[in-house]
């Protein structure tokens, strides 16, 4: 994929995000102006890009959510609910769009149809409001008439008038004819013709008649091009913003299509027209489509009669006929010319014709403009030097003429070069300053100092945050991260090498040498490890971004009144966890919304505020990041719970009552055990919360539950900071290494055999006053177990889901940090190994998942 | 194509304008000093003076008062940039004779804004 397209890929779901975020804010703050630019900008830098590719359906669709929040914004329509549900249903599918152009680089062409349908729905809230011409206005034609629309083919303009009838979008007639010496100035009339938004028809014709070929100047444009495109008057203004000059545009309606085409053939029956009129003061589009059709088929079809018949039709087609449309029409039938729709656009209550102006000046612009100018005036407040006086006023009036060219102000030259005139024969230079008093006082009043208006311009740059980012390939950091992985393996060798130059080469001062080198090598390293992981962590806000909308959409949908409270969006991890997070996270908050809290009547029923609440809290503890989702609804019904663990045969009745609630709440993780007696399409069917522990527990993580009927479900997600590298802790096993990562070791024990107590054929001991199951490792192994005599048992303890326990290992050694590579190919469904770590000598140890193994 | 002449002492400070401006669509030509910047000046005819204050051999007060009374010249418009963290002035420059007065650091952004202003080129 180009670099080009990448970026804009990225940077529009950046934008998305935005908008997003901010159509929910407008929902509920609709008067909030800052947000509505905001999102109109996102919304503006999307477009604006994808004019760089060939990706119409985008441009397209931005487009209609673009003119619908620049109406917002500009309170031309007023807001509606149901606007920002098919904004953010549109940009929704510009989110797929974008997943699609990722995958393929292109999008399929099918796709035009529907940005035009989602399209259609925006501009649907367009309708009927105040058509203010965008640029200055004439209102003189532009156009001497507009018969040569009937150059083209009669299907291709029922078909775009048709397309129009129900899309509501808007129609604007061209016609371009670049300067002949266009080429030297780098333009392209051709391609830029070509890339005009919603180009439905276009004719390129020689201006004038073509020379013989052996005066053709090659290098001259001689050409013109004429065309209808299905864009705003303001949207071809911005798009030939380059050419202004040359471009003639005329805002139109979908009935300036209608040209009638074709050979003069016999005059009217007498007394159609006449009975068509008076059908049409009854507005009996019925009967009148009754009788065009019958006189249709008395005309031969390539006749200029059936042809306006044809498009009486079409017009009568439409919902709401436009009773004045039908009747030109009508009226143009007896001469079999016409109609002038011409004078129909330009009578029309709004008069849309317009020659362009260029691109408005930016506020950054004017601000400048406003310094130079001022900064002349106090050029000439100073004190008068005879020496260089021409040379100051010349420089002045210089910079001036120069300044209002640039803001298109040459109606002022003239007056300036007078006033220059005067202030160098007269020696004074009152009338120039009247001049700049002017433009001063033309714009909005100068700010007494200049430092905040320098500040200002300064400030609406760029920010100054962002030209010290870097945006920087992800795989790239991965790669660095792999990298320093094995930077941080491949020093544990050097303590092994310590040991050989002492043991094997008998040379004490080398292997003090190479430990005081792997001290410095270690730190640095470890250092490393520090920047790089730092590099990767970002904010877990990043995921919550999505709750709002989510809650949102489901409520609605639910009936259910739900407040979101989020917080610690700032707490920061590895960009791989919080991606795996995602998931399970939206699928605990469906959950929640879905059969957590109650609907409002059944919460006031019971006590509690008719509206829910949800709450996604995360912070950093140790080194493990942690998030609650707790909801104030209902809770987990332990009693169902029980019932269907009894009912798949997962426990027998006894066990299931031998359980605590809590207990038998955590068995929401087990596989394909849902409570919900139907299955919605909001939290599917059950397949969920043993997703949610599986990928929680994949980047080392856990999950646990708290729930109190009536009251509330607590969901604890923890998960390690960072998953590159593991901290481990080595046992002996049968003189092998085995490492138990060390987030689940509490400490270590050496327990005598005569403290370890026998229940029901298990082993528990007491730890700490209280009764700890004990379990063996060879024996979960599978091995055969020594006989240990008296000795104290070395144990470790750890803690699993909650619950302590203890394994008992032959020795303890040393905790280390590995970078654990997960078993792949055949060996990956061993589910008892967490993975495999390279040692410092070379060797290769197993790590357990505990989790599973118990 | 307008044409910019910068004069600063500082090389780097030259190439930089250099490149903010010729990106830009500027022709761009430099001087090491006032002595040298009024030599290309008379030399041959700019739409711009950019002006550094403190220069060996001849300032840029100097230079900016020297131009404006020579009449080939002398209504050419000119921007003063003063040294980083050195507060001068605004007065003096315009006293001898610059158009705008900016000091170091100048955005790229503006210094292209102010240099289109000056110099009548096209907005972008």
Redesign the interface.
Known sequence: MSPLLAQFIAESRDQLELIGVGLLAIENHPDDLDRLNDVFRAAHTIKGSSGLFEIKPITLLVHAAEDLLDALRSQEVRFERAMVDRLLDAFDHLSQWLDEMERNESLPESLETTARELGATLRVFLQGRDVAAPVESLTAPVFADLVWIGQWAEADRAALYHRLATSAEPLTLFRYTPDSQCFFNGEDPFYQVRQLLGLALLDIAPVEPWPPLAELDAYRCALRFTGVACASLAELTTQFRYVPDQVTLLAATPETLAVPTGRAGETVHGGFVAEALTLVDQEDWASLRGITETLLDTYDPDTWMASALRWLLRMLDSTMPDPAAVRLLLDAIPAQQGPDWLQALMSSSAPVVAVLL??P?SE??QA??Q??VA??A??LD?PE?P??W???I??????L???????RRTDLLEELDEAEEIALSVHTAEALRNVLARLLDDEQPLPDEEAPLLAK??GA??DKSALKTLKVDQTKVDRLMDLIGELVVAKNSLPYLARRAERVYGSRDLAREIKDQYGVINRIAQELQGSIMQVRMMPVGHVFQRFPRLVRDLSKKLDKKIRLVVEGEGTEADKNIIETLADPLIHILRNSIDHGIEPPEERLARGKPGEGQIRVKAYQDNDNVAIEITDDGRGVDSAAVKNKLVRRGLLTVEQADGLSDHEIVQWIFAPGLSTADQISDISGRGVGMDVVRTSVERVGGSVTVHSQRGVGTDIRLTLPLSMAVTHVMAVELDGKLIGVPMDIVVETVRLAPAAIYTIKHREAFILRDRLTPLMRLRRLLEMTEPATGGAALATLVVKIRGESVGIVVDNFREGMEVILKPLDGVLAGLKHYAGTALLGDGSVMLVLNLKELL | MKRVLVIDDATTVRMYYRQVLEAQGFAVEEAGNGYEGLEKALASPFDLYIVDVNMPKMDGYTLL?T?????SI?????IMISTEGQNQD??AA??A?????FQKPV?P??LV??V????????P
Not at chain 1, 394 to 399: D, T
Not at chain 1, 401 to 407: D, F, S
């Open positions: 260029q691109r000046l950054i612009e400048a403009f310094r130079v900064e002349q106090r050029v100073l030097d020496a260089t021409a040379g100051r010349g420089s002045v009036c210089a910079s003429a120069n300044a209002l060219r640039y803001v311009v300064e740059l760029i | 008062r131009v404006r009374q020579e009449p002398s209504a050419t418009p000119a605004a007065v315009y006293v004779g610059a158009n705008l007065y955005r952004e503006t804004l102010h289109r202003l000056l110099t009548g080129e096209n907005p």
